[in-house]
């Protein structure tokens, strides 16, 4: 069964109807490619206005899911999103495995046990997880934190996953001249301005492993 199916041309991607599995570890395997092939921004990023980890711990959390998935992974997305989300909690340090950790476990247990999702039922479950690490973090859009990549792709998803990887690039570019008000970045104050957010752009790369998922439907899992 071809895991992307009902397609239609989205700005050089293809907007899935129907995701199955398949298409959830490909997520996933993405993401953990991205986040190995990042880690030295992410650290660099970090290393101006946090505790110069985010790269690594990123790198050693999505590896930890791929680990996992590789040896059992779940038969249903829903599934398949708590285990990556109880990965990270486990093995990721300081505040990111815990908000990313919420985010997937909270998309993961909105989209039930179906066996497919659509991409309207992804968006709604991810949207779950958004507002679930907003709680979480006390944090906003605006205060230089992930949610100023997570909350504009998320609402662009409804648009096409092309929409949302590219929201989520302008919002983590947009952290930029933004003064940081939560996290270890706000206690630098106006010294955390000029420089862009870690979080942000990890999460930045988590939307766009989700569009190299859909891209990738009809060409087998990715590696």
Same mark, same amino acid.
């Given at each position: 069964m071809d895991p992307v199916r009902a397609t239609e041309p989205a700005g050089g991607v293809h907007v899935s109807e129907t995701l199955? !599995?398949?298409f959830f570890r490909r997520w996933m395997y993405a993401t953990a490619d991205a986040m190995a092939r990042e880690a030295a921004l992410l650290t660099e990023l970090d290393s101006a206005i946090g505790d110069a980890d985010h790269g690594i711990n990123m790198q050693r959390g999505f590896a930890a899911v791929r680990a996992a998935l590789e040896s059992d992974a779940p038969d249903t997305p829903g599934a398949m999103l708590v285990l990556a989300g109880r990965q990270l909690i486990s093995t990721v340090g300081g505040a990111s495995g815990p908000l990313y950790g919420t985010l997937l476990?909270?998309?993961g247990k909105m989209l039930?046990?179906? !066996?497919e999702v659509s991409r309207e039922r992804l968006t709604e479950a991810l949207r779950a997880g958004v507002a679930a690490v907003a709680q979480l973090g006390g944090a906003k859009a605006g205060d230089k934190t992930m949610l100023d990549a997570l909350e504009?792709?998320?609402e662009a998803l409804d648009e096409s996953f092309a929409a949302a990887r590219e929201a989520a690039e302008q919002g983590a570019a947009a952290t930029v001249p933004m003064l940081a008000r939560k996290g270890r970045a706000s206690y630098l104050g106006?010294?955390?301005v000029g420089h862009q957010d870690p979080g942000a752009t990890s999460s930045a790369?988590?939307?766009a492993a989700l569009?190299?998922?859909a891209a990738d439907g009809g060409s087998g899992e990715a590696s």
């Open positions: 199955d !599995t398949g476990r909270r998309a039930g046990d179906g !066996t504009p792709a998320v106006e010294r955390s790369l988590l939307v569009v190299q998922a």
